[in-house]
């Protein structure tokens, strides 16, 4: 048995443990996933583990059967209304967001699991550091934005005071810097960078602005006003990550090797995968038609063919040929 599953399944217990009933040595057994050993035994050798570790068990004589639980005033802390388990989840996730340091954002969420911390008592702590022991954190490629800590405080402070901001922002597509006048409607982090989502004056729509390409920002006096009936998710939903374009159907057919691990991800919120006798899989997707679609199908390789449509199918062969051609 692994040190990882045994902290994993006393987890579980401790879950189990935190409601005010408690539970049987065959309640908790039965609570437990059905990948990890279930044996009476076993839940009683992690019970005894807890109490090792100085959580307060207590057990309890009710109708002829021996419940055990916390003790009266363990199971939550009052001045968060949380459980201990609640509580060193929140601590255990503090690596989540570490692309943001620096910034205000982070500095609230530090600041408010520091109180988490201090909150949870000396065994709940020690629990904590023996799950990091145990889990770890990968969060891939991101941007960091120690640096732009200044333009997410004013931007945050201009959608919650409903202002339009004017900023020198770089446009990667053009290679240019120039200004732009925005209302700002929401920042967005997903794939690992922050984004504006705000209406573009110039363009007269709603565009997405890469907060680590804002080079200066002003808050404007005017007022602006988030259009009734925005909807966030409806706004990224073609996106296959953050570009937006027109929305085309895709079906794509992976060989067996490839499905393997393609079809187990969620690449789409509308992606649907067919899995075929010999192994292959065919993925159907409605997604925006953009580079970024291009570069994710290519990031597969040759264990991936656009079956349609058509014109996406030329599009990835005409970039495939232009990586292996000479400049």
């Not at 401790?14 to 049987?24: F, I, N, V």
């Not at 067919?274 to 580079?291: E, F, S």
């Amino acid at each position: 048995m692994s040190r990882n599953d045994q902290v994993t399944r006393q987890w579980f217990l401790l879950q189990k443990l935190e409601t005010s009933r408690g539970a049987t040595l065959q309640e908790l057994a039965a609570a437990l996933p059905e990948d990890y050993s279930r044996h009476p035994r076993t839940v009683r050798r992690d019970l005894e583990a807890l109490e090792t570790a100085h959580f307060p068990l207590i057990t309890e004589r009710s109708n002829g059967q021996t419940r055990w639980r916390l003790m009266d005033g363990y199971r939550q802390t009052p001045p968060l209304a949380l459980s201990p388990t609640e509580l060193m989840a929140l601590v255990f996730s503090r690596d989540l967001l570490k692309p943001l340091d620096g910034t205000e954002i982070k500095a609230s969420l530090d600041s408010a699991l520091n109180k988490a911390a201090t909150a949870l008592p000396p065994e709940g702590t020690t629990y904590v550091q023996q799950m990091q022991k145990s889990f770890a954190v990968g969060l891939g490629p991101h941007k960091t934005y120690r640096q732009h800590q200044q333009t997410i405080e004013q931007l945050t402070r201009a959608i919650t005071q409903s202002r339009t901001v004017q900023m020198r922002y770089y446009s990667a597509s053009r290679d240019a810097t120039n200004r732009r006048e925005a209302d700002p409607y929401r920042l967005w982090y997903t794939d690992g960078a922050l984004y504006l989502i705000a209406h573009c004056h110039r363009h007269r729509e709603v565009r997405m602005f890469a907060v680590d390409r804002v080079r200066s920002l002003t808050i404007t006096n005017q007022p602006c006003q988030l259009p009734l009936g925005f909807d966030l998710d409806a706004y990224v939903r073609d996106a296959l990550v953050v570009m937006r374009g027109k929305s085309i159907e895709v079906e794509l057919l992976f060989d067996r090797p490839t499905a393997a691990w393609a079809k187990d991800r969620q690449w789409h919120q509308s992606q649907q995968c067919t899995v075929h006798k010999d192994g292959r899989v065919t993925m159907r997707l409605q997604v925006a038609d953009t580079r970024e679609l291009v570069g994710w199908i290519l990031h597969f390789g040759s264990g991936v063919r656009v079956i349609e449509p058509q014109s996406l199918r030329e599009k990835v062969q005409e970039e495939a040929r232009k990586i292996f051609s000479p400049e």
